[in-house]
């Protein structure tokens, strides 16, 4: 039995491939620029410790919240949540469509097909890599100040955020479902619609809760360039030194972003588990 | 295809066109010559030719890699061949448009190996995609859309292979032989002239699988279908067919009736 399980070490594989000299100054160069980089963001431990202080200053004088303005609070954290999710299922149903044409192998190949991949995958990619806020900049310009501009910027950074997540999870369902209901001479559409979408439908849901959660915690922000919702309450408490008032607004927000990440988590795992159509 | 279970569906399904009946009334699938490689140093296929005829058993027999479900494939053009001809029920699907290939494609029943069921829904909303080559649209997306004369007949395909009770189950949550009798029903719901299965038997344990090949078998005899199917186990395609192919290398080397061959005969296009 011994013998058996003996093995000549020098056959043995080496634990790591050991890398080429190209390699290793590449692995050199990055690690610098990485130091590098904190140096750049102005990374400072003195700072840090002397800055504990003021923080804690802050906090001594934020402390009791102030609850004079509760109603009107809950008013604009209401709004905060509506442009969230009103963006949300906006951005969600736009994002399907794109999805469809910015996901490989849905379409059949042809000159055409190909340009219509390449485009929604560009406008995903413009949705995604500029920033919400300054996509609510740009609607506040257009639609003025006020939760509209903040629910189409939402909406717009949901497009972004789903359309290439749902583009990807359609390449990557089991292509089965969809070779057989080609075999059985449906259309591409409906394979798309009964193979395609229910495979990925699992994703789509993660994706879905994930973009809310996201938006809940964006719609805050937005308040700050005047789109609506409890975000530009901070901002002028803070601009008073109201810190009383600001840690009311702060603790509510972590109240809202927190219940929704619960709910997100609950209703993912109820819808996922749920029943057959 | 005198059963009530395939006449019902009537109101959905219309009746195989006058124009389908082929130039050659005995033959449903007439394959000749047919090409394919994946890329450059992969040639499957080398000029493969066979015919099914009408309400005929074939079993394609053939190693592993031996371009056994490329030619059923190709047949259906479901994978481009780069050469050869298909005819179909008489029509000439070689370079047929989609929409002239999808109402052909209407007409087979397509059984793989590994069932291809939509998973997460449920076993009666995959029966009711079998209609979708004749009827598209919402209605044919799931049972909860479905019309009720469309629902019935799913529901006797269901019933036809014995998993009437297990209907609104999810895809998912079926065993392996049930997914494969739930994949027959869904072909059947296309009122099929033709099944063709891909190793329909290979992920079954031997019980599961023959009561599928039973199944096809009673299908073939009652209904009228034709059937071609591919299989390893020698045994079981000279018991369910009435003609053998075999296929070695991407070539035909055998054609003959099950009849006169045994399982040795058959054992040596293995290896």
Same mark, same amino acid.
């Given at each position: 039995?011994?013998?058996?399980?003996?093995?000549?070490?020098?056959?043995?594989?080496?634990?790591?491939?050991?890398?080429?000299?190209?390699?290793?100054?590449?692995?050199?160069?990055?690690?610098?620029?990485?130091?590098?980089?904190?140096?750049?963001?102005?990374? *400072? @431990?003195?700072?840090?410790?002397?800055?504990?202080?003021?923080?804690?200053?802050?906090?001594?004088?934020?402390?009791?919240?102030?609850?004079?303005?509760?109603?009107?609070?809950?008013?604009?954290?209401?709004?905060? @949540?509506?442009?969230?999710?009103?963006?949300?299922?906006?951005?969600?149903?736009?994002?399907?469509?794109?999805?469809?044409?910015?996901?490989?192998?849905?379409?059949?190949?042809?000159?055409?097909?190909?340009?219509?991949?390449?485009? *929604?995958?560009?406008?995903?990619?413009?949705?995604?890599?500029?920033?919400?806020?300054?996509?609510?900049?740009?609607?506040?310009?257009?639609?003025?100040?006020?939760?509209?501009?903040?629910?189409?910027?939402?909406?717009?950074?949901?497009?972004?955020?789903?359309?290439?997540?749902?583009?990807?999870?359609?390449?990557?369902?089991?292509?089965?479902?969809?070779?057989?209901?080609?075999?059985?001479?449906?259309?591409? @559409?409906?394979?798309?619609?009964?193979?395609?979408?229910?495979?990925?439908?699992? *994703?789509?849901?993660?994706?879905?809760?994930?973009?809310?959660?996201?938006?809940?915690?964006?719609?805050?922000?937005?308040?700050?360039?005047?789109?609506?919702?409890?975000?530009?309450?901070?901002?002028?408490?803070?601009?008073? @030194?109201?810190?009383?008032?600001?840690?009311?607004?702060?603790?509510?927000?972590?109240?809202?972003?927190?219940?929704?990440?619960?709910?997100?988590?609950?209703?993912?795992?109820?819808?996922?588990?749920?029943?057959?159509? | 295809?005198?059963?009530?279970?395939?006449?019902?569906?009537?109101?959905?399904?219309?009746?195989?066109?006058?124009?389908?009946?082929?130039?050659?009334?005995?033959?449903?699938?007439?394959?000749?010559?047919?090409?394919?490689?994946?890329?450059?140093?992969?040639?499957?296929?080398?000029?493969?030719?066979?015919?099914?005829?009408?309400?005929?058993?074939?079993?394609?027999?053939?190693?592993?890699?031996?371009?056994?479900? %490329?030619?059923?494939?190709?047949?259906?053009?479901?994978?481009?061949?780069?050469?050869?001809?298909?005819?179909?029920?008489?029509?000439?699907?070689?370079?047929?448009?989609?929409?002239?290939?999808?109402?052909?494609?209407?007409?087979?029943?397509?059984?793989?190996?590994?069932?291809?069921?939509?998973?997460?829904?449920?076993?009666?909303?995959?029966?009711?995609?079998?209609?979708?080559?004749?009827?598209?649209?919402?209605?044919?997306?799931?049972?909860?859309?479905?019309?009720?004369?469309?629902?019935?007949?799913?529901?006797?395909?269901?019933?036809?292979?014995?998993?009437?009770?297990?209907?609104?189950?999810?895809?998912?949550?079926?065993?392996?032989?049930?997914?494969?009798?739930?994949?027959?029903?869904?072909?059947?719901?296309?009122?099929?002239?033709?099944?063709?299965?891909?190793?329909?038997?290979?992920?079954?344990?031997?019980?599961?699988?023959?009561?599928?090949?039973?199944?096809?078998?009673?299908?073939?005899?009652?209904?009228?279908? %034709?059937?071609?199917?591919?299989?390893?186990?020698?045994?079981?395609?000279?018991?369910?067919?009435?003609?053998?192919?075999?296929?070695?290398?991407?070539?035909?080397?055998?054609?003959?009736?099950?009849?006169?061959?045994?399982?040795?005969?058959?054992?040596?296009?293995?290896?």
């Amino acid at each position: 039995m011994a013998d058996l399980l003996t093995f000549n070490r020098s056959r043995l594989p080496e634990r790591f491939e050991r890398p080429g000299a190209l390699h290793f100054v590449a692995y050199v160069a990055l690690l610098a620029f990485v130091v590098w980089s904190f140096q750049g963001a102005g990374w *400072s @431990f003195s700072a840090l410790v002397s800055g504990g202080p003021a923080l804690a200053d802050f906090l001594s004088r934020s402390w009791p919240p102030s609850l004079e303005r509760l109603p009107q609070l809950s008013k604009a954290l209401l709004e905060t @949540f509506q442009m969230a999710l009103a963006g949300t299922l906006i951005g969600i149903v736009l994002s399907l469509p794109l999805a469809v044409l910015a996901a490989k192998g849905l379409t059949r190949p042809s000159l055409l097909s190909r340009a219509v991949y390449t485009s *929604s995958r560009l406008l995903i990619a413009l949705f995604r890599t500029v920033p919400d806020l300054v996509w609510a900049l740009v609607f506040v310009i257009a639609v003025g100040l006020g939760p509209f501009a903040g629910t189409l910027a939402i909406a717009v950074d949901t497009v972004g955020f789903c359309g290439r997540f749902f583009a990807e999870a359609m390449e990557d369902v089991e292509k089965g479902p969809a070779e057989a209901l080609t075999a059985a001479g449906a259309s591409r @559409f409906d394979t798309i619609f009964c193979a395609v979408v229910p495979a990925a439908m699992p *994703s789509f849901i993660t994706t879905s809760l994930f973009a809310l959660e996201k938006a809940t915690r964006s719609s805050v922000v937005l308040g700050l360039v005047g789109a609506g919702g409890i975000g530009i309450e901070l901002k002028v408490a803070m601009d008073f @030194f109201d810190y009383q008032l600001a840690m009311t607004i702060i603790l509510m927000i972590f109240v809202l972003v927190l219940c929704v990440e619960r709910l997100g988590t609950l209703a993912r795992s109820r819808i996922l588990e749920g029943s057959s159509q | 295809m005198a059963q009530p279970l395939l006449q019902s569906a009537g109101a959905v399904a219309p009746a195989v066109p006058a124009a389908h009946a082929g130039t050659n009334p005995l033959c449903d699938l007439k394959v000749e010559g047919l090409c394919k490689s994946f890329g450059k140093d992969r040639s499957v296929l080398h000029g493969v030719s066979f015919s099914v005829g009408r309400e005929e058993a074939v079993a394609l027999i053939g190693s592993n890699g031996a371009g056994k479900s %490329t030619a059923l494939r190709c047949a259906l053009r479901l994978i481009e061949p780069e050469a050869g001809s298909v005819l179909l029920f008489g029509e000439d699907i070689s370079s047929a448009r989609q929409r002239q290939l999808r109402r052909v494609r209407a007409e087979v029943g397509f059984v793989f190996q590994k069932h291809n069921l939509v998973p997460r829904v449920s076993a009666l909303t995959n029966v009711i995609h079998g209609n979708l080559g004749r009827a598209g649209g919402m209605r044919g997306w799931s049972q909860l859309l479905a019309a009720t004369a469309l629902r019935d007949r799913a529901m006797a395909c269901l019933d036809r292979v014995g998993l009437a009770d297990q209907a609104l189950k999810r895809a998912d949550q079926l065993s392996g032989g049930q997914s494969q009798r739930v994949a027959i029903a869904r072909a059947l719901m296309q009122q099929p002239r033709m099944i063709v299965a891909d190793e329909p038997v290979a992920s079954l344990d031997p019980v599961a699988g023959q009561e599928v090949m039973d199944l096809f078998r009673q299908l073939t005899r009652e209904e009228g279908i %034709t059937l071609l199917f591919t299989s390893h186990n020698v045994q079981q395609a000279l018991a369910y067919s009435d003609r053998v192919l075999a296929i070695r290398q991407g070539e035909v080397v055998l054609d003959e009736n099950s009849s006169g061959l045994s399982a040795a005969d058959l054992g040596k296009h293995y290896g």
